[in-house]
């Protein structure tokens, strides 16, 4: 089974609008970081947000958000007021710090955005 | 500048001549790793270090080799590539277990 799972594949908003990227994720370990990733086309990966399993409130980074339902597991990111500038691939990913595999971060499939003007 | 280095950025090489992908940070952090990136697949694991001298397998260690003789250094080494290992490469770094990695900025390998 997938540990995350991002069931969009692309999406395409318009600009200003505000932008939720889902993720679910999967793991029995107790304590876990949540994050998530930026790859524009140029290729770089730029770290945007974090949340850990045992953070009370859902994380904020200027225009990100990051919409932690535990229960629910999921870890959505939200940003608001999209700018042409957002267009890019998301990715989520999860690192397990008990977990017994190997540690490291584990990505999900990503999604494309395309913010249109 | 806190940074994660990769080099080469691109290269085009053969199957079978051995090639190494250095990989260096300047911010003390004590964990590395390698992913490799490719479409549809997301990024996967090849192999981490948590310190000095300690390194693992990650997913998909088969075909590459690691080193961690200096705590900012951690080279991926293909001893014998193979066409299947033609992919985007990218060395990360953190201070520890919850905090974000750093990625360098990839290096694209093509094996012919």
């Known amino acids: 089974a997938q540990k995350i799972t991002q069931t969009q594949p692309g999406m395409f908003v318009q600009e200003k609008e505000a932008v939720t990227l889902d993720c679910t994720y999967d793991?029995?370990?107790?304590?876990?970081?949540l994050f998530w990733y930026k790859q524009p086309s140029s290729g770089e990966m730029i770290f945007l947000i974090y949340?850990?399993?045992?953070?009370?409130q859902n994380a904020t980074e200027g225009r990100y958000s990051l919409n932690f339902q535990k229960a629910r597991k999921s870890a959505n990111l939200v940003i608001s007021a999209s700018q042409l500038g957002d267009s890019a691939m998301y990715f989520c990913?999860?690192?397990?710090?008990?977990?017994?595999?190997?540690?490291?971060?584990?990505f999900g499939k990503g999604t494309h955005l395309i913010i249109q003007p | 500048e806190a940074q994660v280095t990769q080099n080469p950025r691109y290269l085009i090489t053969v199957t079978g001549k051995k090639l190494t992908v250095t990989c260096s940070q300047n911010?003390?952090?004590?964990?590395m790793s390698w992913y490799r990136q490719d479409p549809g697949l997301g990024l996967r694991q090849i192999y981490y270090?948590?310190?000095?001298?300690?390194?693992d397998k990650g997913d998909v260690p088969e075909g590459y080799k690691v080193s961690r003789k200096e705590k900012r250094n951690f080279p991926l080494i293909l001893e014998s590539p193979s066409p299947n290992q033609t992919s985007l490469y990218f060395c990360?770094?953190?201070?520890?277990?919850?905090?974000?990695?750093?990625f360098g900025d990839g290096t694209r390998l093509s094996i012919l």
């Open positions: 949340q850990g399993s045992y953070d009370q």
């Open positions: 911010m003390n952090h004590e964990y």
């Open positions: 270090s948590m310190n000095v001298e300690v390194t």
């Open positions: 990360a770094s953190s201070s520890g277990q919850v905090q974000p990695q750093h």
């Open positions: 990913a999860m690192r397990e710090i008990q977990g017994g595999g190997a540690d490291g971060l584990t």
């Open positions: 793991t029995s370990d107790p304590s876990y970081g």
